[in-house]
Structures are given as structure tokens and as C-alpha cells.
Nanobody, 121 residues
Framework: QVQLVESGGGSVQAGGSLRLSCADS????????MGWFHQAPGKRREEVAA????????YYADSVKGRFTISQDNAKNTMYLQMNSLKPEDTAMYYC??????????????WGQGTQVTVSS
């Protein structure tokens, strides 16, 4: 049973930084594609960033390019999203997911429970 657990959300002022973590367990293979998505109230879910854990490729939404960085520690089975220069429009619930479509090929489609990010102006 695969589980994804996000952490690291919180409330910051505009211009601040947060680092989200997504710890996964239960995978039987090391190479996979993981993504970060966010969803604000009343808006559709959007893909923010994604990457193959073996380094094959990385994706960033235009709205976060230059501000967010996705990375992984394969030894810890953890993926990170470093978010710098945060803006109020980044406020949303953030989810990590594996092989959930978008940049990543659709496959296992596991999702974490989400972590809230709130950016005040």
C-alpha cells in the first residue's frame, strides 16, 4: 500500500519561503514520476511542478518558474518543493501525487492528504 504524506505548509508573508515535503512509502520500484499540485477555493486543481525521481525530466508551471524548485532525496523517499518569493496568489492547498497525469505519465495515481499554504500581503 503506497502512502504519500505532505508536510511543511503554513502561513507566511509575501516574499517569504516555505519548503514542502512529500514522504512516500510502499513503492516497490525506485524510479517514478512525482508531481506537486495546488488548488485554491473555487478554482480548479493545477499542476505546479513535477519530476522523475531518476532525473529524466522536470516541469514547472509558468507561474512558479524561477521561484519554486522541486527536488528529491531518494534515500529518504522524499520529494520537496522549495517555494521562494511567495505571492498571495500562491495561497492554496498543495498536494503531492505520483503518476497522476499532467507532466507525469498517468499510472498509479496516488495522492497525499494535502498541506495548506497561506501567503498574506
Amino acid at each position: 500500500q503506497v502512502q504519500l504524506v505532505e508536510s511543511g505548509g503554513g502561513s507566511v508573508q509575501a516574499g517569504g519561503s516555505l519548503r514542502l515535503s512529500c514522504a512516500d512509502s510502499g513503492y516497490t520500484h525506485s524510479s517514478r514520476c512525482m508531481g506537486w499540485f495546488h488548488q485554491a477555493p473555487g478554482k480548479r486543481r493545477e499542476e505546479v511542478a513535477a519530476a522523475f525521481t531518476d532525473g529524466r525530466g522536470t516541469y514547472y508551471a509558468d507561474s512558479v518558474k524561477g521561484r519554486f524548485t522541486i527536488s528529491q532525496d531518494n534515500a529518504k523517499n522524499t520529494m520537496y518543493l522549495q517555494m521562494n518569493s511567495l505571492k498571495p496568489e500562491d495561497t492554496a492547498m498543495y498536494y503531492c501525487a505520483s503518476e497522476a497525469g499532467g507532466f507525469c505519465p498517468y499510472g498509479s495515481n496516488y495522492w497525499g492528504q494535502g498541506t495548506q499554504v497561506t501567503v498574506s500581503s
